[in-house]
């Protein structure tokens, strides 16, 4: 049998140029998602020793095995890039989002999605001392207190949001010298770095992420963690994020029949990996009795 010389020149093209698809059937411009991670351990891992082993990583895979019909592409940006993306309305969705009334104008968010335990400051055991007239009488750190202090350097990142009335007060003192904001793809790893080399003297963040941190790299030697006494929620929210467009809409749509059935079973158990025993339990019954409360 012999093939029509068009037809094979057509598939020597379409293998050379790389341009056929295997992730979606029929894929076109419409149905393809580029998934943008930040370099966010133990959130989302893109690269390393633990590649896709964060825990919104599984809960976007999860989503993914559950989305057939487009193709999944990806890419790794810190925040400050990732939410341009998303104003852009690109066909590009993150997985790991706060929402905030700011970003509902041009970001689409699905239900709530993850329940993570708070930030809070952290600082190493050389730079304690200066933070402890910041101590208050239960064991928390007043972050209008340490911020007016200008012997401490507080260390941020670029483009993230800390929730929880956290993010009010520190555009009060945006651009004020001891407060340090950071760009860069990792959004954590870099500031513990510094705060080991004492460069700054405490950050802003999860301690599961000073945990992974820690345990990964023998250059970090330890930090003390304080919950911050202005922030006004006892956990934080985690949704998925795409453009407030009908694209976005459609998709965040999809997302939310699969969040909402198993939000409460596997997405749990995707962030009690990463805590010992008996926070993991302590996570279990708050993010329960918060699904539970959504349902009511």
């Known amino acids: 049998m012999k093939f029509p010389v068009t037809l094979f020149l057509t598939i020597i093209m379409l293998l050379v140029s790389g341009s056929v698809s295997f992730a979606g059937t029929n894929a076109g411009p419409q149905d393809h998602i580029t998934w943008y991670r930040a370099d966010f351990p133990p959130v989302t891992i893109p690269s390393g020793t633990h590649t896709n082993e964060g825990f919104f990583d599984k809960a976007m895979y999860f989503l993914i095995e559950r989305l057939p019909e487009y193709e999944h592409n990806f890419q790794t940006a810190n925040f400050k890039r990732i939410v341009v993306e998303l104003k852009n309305n690109n066909n ?3 997985p790991s989002l706060y929402k905030t009334k700011e970003r ?21 055991t050389k730079s304690h001392n200066k933070l402890v007239p910041h101590i208050t009488a239960d064991g928390r750190i007043s972050l209008l207190s340490l911020l007016r202090d200008d012997t ?45 080399l004492g460069r700054i003297d405490c950050l ?31 956990f934080t929210v985690g949704h998925i994020g795409c453009p407030n467009n009908d694209w976005g809409r459609k998709v ?18 995707f962030y009690g990996e990463w805590l010992d025993d008996s926070t993991r339990e302590v996570h279990r019954k708050m993010a329960q009795k918060f699904y539970d409360s959504l349902n009511d």
């Open 92 to 94: 590009v969705c993150c």
């Open 104 to 124: 509902e104008d041009f970001i689409a968010f699905s239900l709530p999605a993850m329940v993570v335990l708070p930030n809070g400051i952290m600082t190493s």
């Open 152 to 196: 401490i350097t507080l260390g941020i990142s670029s483009g993230r949001l800390y929730s929880g009335g956290i993010d009010q007060i520190l555009e009060q003192f945006d651009g004020q010298k001891n407060l340090l904001v950071r760009s860069g793809n990792d959004v954590f790893r870099g500031l513990l770095h510094m705060m080991n």
């Open 204 to 234: 802003i963040g999860y301690p599961v992420e000073a945990g992974f941190f820690v345990r990964e790299n023998n250059e970090i030697n330890d930090f003390i963690y304080y919950p911050i006494q202005e922030s006004n929620e006892p």
């Open 252 to 269: 965040i749509g999809q997302i939310d029949e699969i969040v909402k059935e198993h939000r409460d079973k596997e997405f749990i158990h």
